[in-house]
């Protein structure tokens, strides 16, 4: 099943494991079971695993690893920060 991003009014984003029929309907916030609206985000494209080709290069305050780039509590991102 494909990663969806959602946004919940109360406590922000979040990404959750969906089935594509069931991706445009509102879902449970995990953390305060709220109903949290599908927010659309730009593909993640991975490339090369070098610095040259490392998301947010030339960005103020972005470059470095693409685990930077993960967000709304994915897994690895959690423990890394």
């Known amino acids: 099943m494909p990663l ?34 599908r927010v659309l985000v730009s593909p993640f494209l991975a490339g090369r695993g070098d610095a040259a080709y490392a998301p947010g290069q030339g960005v103020p305050g972005g470059g470095g690893s693409w685990r930077r780039m993960c967000g709304f509590g994915c897994p690895h991102c959690a423990t890394s920060r």
């Open 4 to 37: 969806y991003d959602y946004f919940c009014a109360d406590c922000g984003g979040f990404r959750k494991m969906v089935r594509m029929a069931d991706s445009a309907l509102d879902q449970p916030c995990p953390r305060c079971a709220g109903w949290a609206r």
